[in-house]
């Protein structure tokens, strides 16, 4: 059984805006691509064979959350056996007919592991599809002598009719001169361009700004026009997505007798230590406090709203620790670090897991963080630089 199709790939160009992750890996060709598809192969070869068909499937949805949650799973699975554990996949227990992930077993110490995914709502997934559409749509649009700079200000609740959109940037950028503007200049100084749907119609607002092409640049058939891009009108809130993934598994399984982690998958570009803090052990804050004289003194504090820290008293102490794995990718692991947060009081201690770097609470009190002692890399047997190329070498 084999994840990706068995064909001949001559498509080496890059993913469009709406391609999904399976559909873009399965189609491109190119060494580099060939690499990432193997390894993705060889993990799946070794995951339990009952859990290997509902793997599949998953990797090969059009649904980005269903490809990466699947392919998560893949690393949590390949990760347990690169540190010397057996793993059986999705054990039975006792008095539930719920079932975690994975149990891992060495030595004669078990740890369950469970994966989460921190993922978008079906409304922002619904959002970001219909941006890119406009995406994909003013890409096919013809701008010998412009790339654009485009910024989504409002979108509207319905699909951008992106036709008549087309028509009007076309226009507009067959008035200009890259003559007359100057590279590496500031967005301020570009000519621009806003379009604004009536709110009857869907109420968008995107505004554009024309980057004149080098000379060597200009004319060249099949250049996307689309270079830079904006922010959007959301916002993503980091700290929402770790506490909505953690919160049902305080005690999902009831008693386990053994560490219990909960891996933890976000997509998202900005989540930072920071943030990770902020959810286990409650939100920064700055306590200003006056005395009787009407000096005041300043310290941060953590309010007592955090997964573990509970002000008095530490929670969900049946979660041994928190993995958290931001941006994976499957032709980065080899340089992608993640850290396993280490409950400080939990019922059942989980051992030391060398391959993520650690976060503890030190005797001190304080926060500590451990590096692996060997590089992702190495963990997984692959090169450095690996995949080895160029992903999307340029025609000589």
Not at 134 to 156: A, H, K, M
Not at 180 to 199: F, K, Q, V
Not at 201 to 227: H, N
């Amino acid at each position: 059984m084999a994840i990706f199709s068995a064909i001949t790939r001559t498509d080496p160009s890059p993913a469009g805006h709406g391609d999904g992750q399976f559909t873009f890996l399965d189609r491109v060709s190119g060494t580099y691509w060939d690499q990432v598809r193997d390894l993705i192969e060889e993990w799946f070869s070794r995951l339990c064979p009952d859990a290997q068909a509902d793997v599949r499937g998953r990797m090969r949805s059009k649904d980005n959350r269903q490809f990466m949650g699947a392919f998560f799973e893949l690393y949590l699975h390949e990760c347990l056996l690169r540190m010397g554990y057996s793993v059986t996949c999705h054990p039975v227990l006792e008095g539930t007919t719920r079932r975690p992930d994975f149990l891992a077993e060495r030595d004669g110490r078990s740890v369950y592991v469970e994966a989460r995914s921190a993922s978008a709502s079906n409304v922002s997934v619904g959002a970001e599809a219909r941006v890119n559409v406009v995406y994909e749509s003013i890409d096919r649009l013809d701008s010998p002598n412009f790339f654009l700079w485009i910024e989504v200000v409002r979108q509207g609740p319905g699909s951008l009719r992106a036709k008549p959109l087309r028509g009007r940037l076309e226009r507009w950028l067959s008035g200009l001169d890259p003559e007359n503007y100057t590279l590496g200049g500031r967005r301020d100084d570009l000519p621009s361009h806003r379009y604004e749907e009536a709110e009857s119609d869907g109420g968008w607002i995107i505004k554009f700004w024309a980057i004149p092409k080098s000379p060597e640049a200009r004319g060249r058939v099949g250049a996307r026009p689309l270079g830079v891009f904006g922010r959007g009108g959301g916002r993503i809130n980091d700290e929402d997505g770790i506490r909505g993934a953690l919160s049902d598994k305080g005690a999902a399984y009831g008693p386990l007798g053994v560490p219990f982690i909960v891996a933890v998958a976000s997509s998202s570009m900005s989540l930072d230590d920071h943030d990770v803090r902020n959810v286990l052990y409650g939100t920064e804050m700055l306590q200003i406090t006056t005395a009787l004289d009407g000096t005041e003194s300043q310290a941060y504090i953590r309010e007592p709203n955090g997964y573990w820290y509970a002000g008095d008293r530490w929670e969900h102490r049946g979660v041994s620790a928190v993995l958290v794995v931001k941006q994976l990718h499957p032709a980065f692991v080899g340089n992608q670090q993640h850290t396993i947060w280490e409950h400080p009081d939990p019922d059942h201690a989980v051992e030391a897991l060398p391959l993520w770097r650690r976060s503890l609470v030190g005797a001190d009190g304080w926060l500590e963080f451990v590096e692996p002692p060997r590089t992702q890399a190495d963990w997984f047997g692959l090169g450095d630089p690996w995949p080895i190329g160029d992903p999307f070498p340029r025609e000589v």
